[in-house]
C-alpha cells in the first residue's frame, strides 16, 4: 500500500523529478498527509530503499525494538496488514 502511494505520488508528480535521497522519501511521505509521524515516516523511508533494521536503528540512534515499533505503527496508519 505504501508503495502504491508513492507510485502515485510520483506519477502525479512528475515533475519534481526522481526521490534521489532518503530525505527526499520522507519529505514526500509527510507530504501525502497520510498520518505518519516524522520518526514513522523516516523508518518506512528507509525500508522502502532497502535498509535493514539494523541499519536504521544504527542510523537514527534508536534500538532495534524501537525500529520494530515505529514500524508496526506506519503499518497500521496505512492500513497494511500481514498476508
Do not use: N, W
Not at 26 to 40: D, I, K, Q, W
Request: hydrophobic share 50%; aromatic share 2%; with cysteine.
Amino acid at each position: 500500500m505504501l508503495l502504491a502511494a508513492l507510485g502515485q505520488h510520483v506519477r502525479t508528480d512528475a515533475a519534481v523529478g526522481h526521490l534521489s535521497s532518503e530525505a527526499a522519501l520522507v519529505e514526500t511521505l509527510l507530504a501525502l498527509g497520510c498520518g505518519l509521524s516524522p520518526r514513522e515516516s523516516e523508518v518506512a523511508a528507509a525500508l522502502v530503499i532497502g535498509e535493514t533494521q539494523a541499519k536504521i536503528a544504527q542510523t537514527l540512534k534508536i534500538s532495534p525494538a524501537m525500529v520494530i515499533t515505529y514500524r508496526r505503527r506506519a503499518y497500521g496508519t496505512l492500513g497494511v496488514a500481514k498476508a
